[in-house]
């Protein structure tokens, strides 16, 4: 029989938090932060159930954990205890827990319409891949036309260390960041950037840790995730263009980085598993230490959207404009490969560190997860007020969407990741 709670809105059509999903974040309760879990249309409060005696029974390592500020304690605890509170909450919100459990929970609800979410973890470390090999090759092909996918893409999952203390949550302001823009034929200017762009993509968050100098086998690299969540790598195109050359990414990303404040159990997204990636037969396997002991369910079967919201669009009170609808399933290399990859020169993982995907893209016209890849149309992207698009403008608000769905299931969504360009300072 399918799960339902006794708490109505968690079983509402498309409310994205139902019984199944219990998305964990950090809500500011006070002058605290307090972790809670995302039920329909309420934030259940963890750290008021710890001390209220509500999870009395459950080992007192994840009572501490539900206690903290952050999720970075309860993500270290690793998988079986991730369960074990799971099973405490879906018992406690569930249609047949008795009245006095739903009397005493209820106490513990915070409506999320006002709540205001904070980072859900503290965040030692980011790493940004590149694992969607249709967004690299539309992106190789704007910086190098003849050579869009360099000889190493099929064997490296590539990847390059991001800046963690510019991350954000959704919802805030995203300041148009100055840098140094070379015209064709003049030197280079200091500048706000002119090509302000998004990335949609999506991140997990690691749980236990690995020794510095132990690699983490495949066929254990997703014990070591704890969730997922949205990411929006906001990127200055002109400047990236300058700088990349000759050790990647710097300053055209490091301004700011956009997380969604839910976290998403990998156990949620269990029935939506798929077989990974069907790599054409002229492309080479993967080196062995890559290749996935459950080839069948190495993927994850995610829809994701991107919407823009201009100025002029909010004023006028039209609806947000879908510019691409992407999933993750389409990615080249799977989450556990890049857990893998990260580790396998003995680098150390930490409970609390943010690994994304890159921009996730997908075949078709339509999917595509940045503006970037949409300038090879000929067309600049038009919103429905007749405004044109080349790049982001000030007012512009960007937001993510993921879901997982499949008939006679309720949506598994992710919340929002948000933020709106300011001009610069
Ligand atoms: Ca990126």
């Excluded at 859900?120 to 869009?148: C, K, L, M, W």
């Excluded at 991107?306 to 004023?315: A, D, H």
Aim: hydrophobic share 35%.
């Amino acid at each position: 029989m399918e799960l339902k709670s006794w708490l109505a809105s968690a079983d509402a059509p498309h409310s994205g938090f139902p019984l199944q999903n219990l998305p964990y974040g950090v809500f500011a309760s006070g002058s605290e932060d307090h972790i809670g879990v995302a039920i329909g249309d309420q934030i259940l409060d963890l750290r008021a159930c710890a001390r209220s005696g509500i999870f009395d029974g459950l080992p007192q390592a994840i009572v501490r954990a539900c206690e903290a500020p952050v999720l970075n304690p309860l993500m270290a605890l690793g998988t079986t205890s991730w369960s074990t509170l799971r099973r405490r909450l879906t018992s406690l919100l569930d249609a047949q827990a008795g009245r006095e459990i739903q009397r005493r929970v209820e106490t513990h609800l915070v409506s999320m319409s006002g709540a205001v979410m904070r980072l859900p973890a503290a965040i030692g470390d980011y790493t940004d891949f590149y694992a969607s090999i249709d967004h690299a090759t539309r992106v190789g092909e704007q910086f190098r036309p003849t050579n869009p996918l360099l000889p190493n893409y099929k064997y490296v999952p590539i990847g390059y260390h991001g800046r963690a203390s510019s991350i954000v949550v959704s919802g805030g302001t995203i300041r148009r960041p100055h840098g140094q823009i070379k015209p064709p034929e003049d030197p280079p200017v200091f500048a706000p950037t002119q090509s302000l762009d998004y990335e949609l993509e999506v991140g997990l968050f690691v749980g236990p840790g690995n020794p510095l100098g132990q690699p983490i086998p495949i066929a254990a690299a997703e014990d070591h995730i704890f969730g997922l969540c949205l990411v929006n790598d906001w990127s200055a195109r002109d400047i990236q263009s300058w700088e990349y050359q000759p050790l990647g990414p710097f300053l055209g990303k490091s301004f700011s980085t956009t997380l969604s404040p839910w976290v998403v159990p990998l156990e949620a997204l269990a029935p939506y598993r798929v077989p990974e990636f069907a790599r054409p037969a002229v492309d080479p396997a993967p080196l062995p230490y890559l290749q996935s002991p459950a080839p069948d369910r190495a993927a994850i079967d995610l829809t994701l959207e991107v919407y823009l919201e201009s100025n002029r669009m909010r004023q006028a009170h039209v609806a947000p404009h879908l510019l691409g609808r992407s999933n993750l399933r389409h990615l080249y290399w799977s989450l556990a490969q890049m857990v893998t990859h990260h580790s396998s020169n003995g680098c150390n993982l930490r409970p609390g560190d943010l690994l994304a995907t890159g921009t996730v893209s997908c075949p078709d016209p339509g999917s595509e997860g940045c503006l970037l890849e949409l300038r090879r149309n000929p067309e600049p992207v038009r919103l429905p007020t007749g405004e044109q698009r080349r790049f982001l403008e000030d007012g512009d608000r960007v937001t993510l969407r993921a879901y997982c769905q499949q008939a006679g299931s309720p949506r598994i969504g992710f919340g929002e990741c948000s933020g709106t360009i300011a001009g610069p300072a």
